[in-house]
């Protein structure tokens, strides 16, 4: 008798498990999630960590410059090609660009061993808990924000072979003020 009471309620959670299923795969699809700053806004002051072994990051680097915000991650493949991308527009616009890459890794340890094989001269926070990333809505990796005067000028989600030349091409328009 006890077998056929198991049974029975194997029988339904599978059921249900079955039905839930259904009803998730057959479910239309939602928007998907929007990042809490869009392009005009003014971005908000982040609350971030030094990275061990990089030069403090201080607000009066920024002053006058175009400024590159970008969240990434050492697990995240597109990073592998956007890290270097972003360092030669560094070196290019040196002293009119400045860029800030913020590492989101649960573990500062991955992101230095990320950086032995990716090396950046650029300055470089730790986003401890993902406050910040989760605070801006951020769901791909890498997420950057172009800034000019405290607005956001444009935003990068997700990195493709080629997008280093769009974002050259804005930074170039926004230093020539067009």
């Known amino acids: 008798m006890k077998h056929i009471i198991f049974s029975t309620k194997l029988s339904l959670i599978f059921t249900s498990l079955l039905t839930a299923v259904t009803v998730i795969a057959t479910?239309?699809?939602t928007a998907?999630?929007?990042l809490n700053v869009k392009e005009g806004d003014d971005f908000p002051a982040l609350k971030?960590?030094?990275f061990p072994g990089k030069p403090k990051v201080g607000a009066d680097?920024?002053?006058g410059k175009v400024v590159i915000v970008d969240f990434w991650a050492s697990w995240c493949e597109p990073c592998k090609i956007e890290l270097p991308a972003l360092n030669k527009?560094?070196?290019k616009y040196k002293g009119k660009l400045v860029i800030i890459g913020v590492n989101v890794d649960d573990n500062l340890n991955e992101a230095r061993s990320f950086l032995k094989d990716h090396p950046v001269g650029f300055d470089l926070v730790f986003d401890k808990g993902q406050k910040n990333s989760e605070?801006?809505?951020i769901q791909k990796m890498p997420t950057s924000f172009i800034i000019s005067g405290g607005k956001v000028v444009k935003i990068h989600e997700a990195f493709r072979e080629g997008d280093e030349k769009k974002i050259?091409?804005?930074i170039k328009k926004i230093l020539s003020g067009s």
């Open 89 to 91: 527009l560094h070196k």
């Open 61 to 63: 680097k920024y002053k």
């Open 168 to 170: 050259d091409a804005e």
């Open 135 to 137: 605070s801006l809505g």
């Open 32 to 34: 998907e999630a929007k």
């Open 27 to 29: 479910a239309p699809a």
């Open 48 to 50: 971030v960590m030094d």
